[in-house]
């Protein structure tokens, strides 16, 4: 019987360092005002985004503007950028929010991973984030152990649970997102993708909603 998560490692892509960036494409600006490395992306690149297995969408009804998050869950940008994520998807019902797991940093990332995508197959998208928001009120290193405890403390079954995350294709999944990421040069977590752009880390929440409502008022995610 299995008892615990196999680990079976994607090829992971090692998060840069700001300075191996390329120069922005776009004017989008941090919550410091410095400029945040950024670089287009075609509407094939666009589409091969949108066609991921593993997604969860979750956000309002309307859903006039699509954002995707690639996230590690052992990020420390990504930790942070949790709360901003949520409040954005609690103040703006027209925001379609997609998160996108992209384990890159380590076999724990790997782990914790699983249990997440495991978590999709067995629940609708508000338990995923209900997960995400009490996996993060924690500290230190998520891994697959960690993970499955608060899985498990939100009433999902502990064996079904790790039925799923050692399933064939949530291997696959992370493997597609891996091999995605990193020919969209999304060299850091998290990153973001909207209307034919990717941002590489967590500007903050202002300038996240400016970049919205840019999409919302010309289509760009600068106008």
Do not use: W
């Not at 954002?67 to 990020?75: E, G, P, R, V």
């Not at 850091?188 to 970049?211: C, D, E, S």
């Amino acid at each position: 019987m299995i008892t615990r998560i196999a680990l079976f490692l994607v090829v992971l892509t090692v998060a840069a360092q700001a300075q191996q960036f390329g120069p922005a494409q776009f004017p989008i600006k941090d919550d410091d005002g410095d400029p945040m490395s950024n670089h287009s992306l075609t509407a094939e690149q666009m589409a091969q985004v949108a066609g991921l297995p593993g997604l969860v969408d979750v956000g309002g009804a309307k859903r006039d503007v699509t954002l995707y998050q690639f996230y590690d869950l052992n990020c420390p940008f990504c930790r942070e950028a949790a709360a901003d994520v949520d409040r954005l998807i609690r103040s703006d019902p027209a925001l379609r929010l997609v998160f996108v797991p992209y384990p890159v940093l380590s076999a724990q990332s790997v782990e914790s991973a699983r249990v997440e995508l495991a978590l999709r197959a067995l629940g609708p998208p508000q338990k995923f984030l209900e997960f995400h928001r009490k996996i993060y009120a924690g500290r230190g290193v998520i891994d697959g152990n960690r993970a499955l405890a608060v899985a498990q403390a939100m009433g999902f079954d502990r064996q079904k649970i790790i039925d799923a995350a050692n399933a064939k294709s949530v291997t696959e999944t992370m493997t597609v997102h891996a091999r995605l990421g990193t020919a969209l040069q999304l060299n850091a977590t998290p990153a973001y993708v909207i209307q034919g752009a990717a941002i590489l880390g967590h500007p903050g929440l202002g300038p996240l909603r400016k970049v919205i409502a840019a999409v919302r008022s010309c289509r760009k995610v600068a106008c």
